[in-house]
């Protein structure tokens, strides 16, 4: 037996309405979380068709998924946030300073700063080493000429 069309289209109404997840209060951590992860997204990536497969890859989600995280509708899980964590730092950023955690946040821009410093004493290092070969090879091109 089967139920009529009929019957399967007329819903009781309970007048119960139920907000919908999208409809949260600022205040609510849900929605400051979705917000600051598709901001730090844009900032990571950018806003295009290759950002999203390049976030799809790191996380192994799919493009509808990735996309909701982009446009701030949802937000990752663990396992996807622990993988983007381990691919970009401005997502591990974004998860301290939402967690409160501004003293590891400093610590780890400390380590950052210092890395990029060395990297810049190096060439800094290589440049000069490469002035003064060519000056020593000027100085005994022009020794020979005379």
Do not use: C, Y
């Amino acid at each position: 037996m089967s139920l009529r069309k009929r019957g399967r289209k007329i819903r009781p109404d309970s007048r119960k309405h139920f907000r919908n997840s999208s409809d949260a209060p600022a205040s609510s951590g849900g929605f400051a979380f979705r917000s600051m992860i598709a901001e730090t997204l844009h900032q990571a990536f950018g806003g295009t068709r290759v950002s999203i497969k390049t976030v799809m890859s790191h996380t192994g989600a799919g493009e509808r998924t990735v996309k909701n995280w982009f446009e701030g509708k949802n937000g990752p899980n663990g396992e996807n946030l622990i993988q983007l964590v381990r691919h970009t730092d401005e997502v591990l950023e974004a998860l301290l300073l939402m967690a409160g955690r501004e003293d590891v946040l400093a610590g780890k821009l400390l380590v950052d700063a210092r890395d990029k410093l060395v990297e810049m004493l190096e060439i800094i290092d290589e440049l000069q080493s490469d002035n003064i070969a060519a000056d020593h090879q000027d100085s005994t091109t022009s020794e020979g000429r005379r």
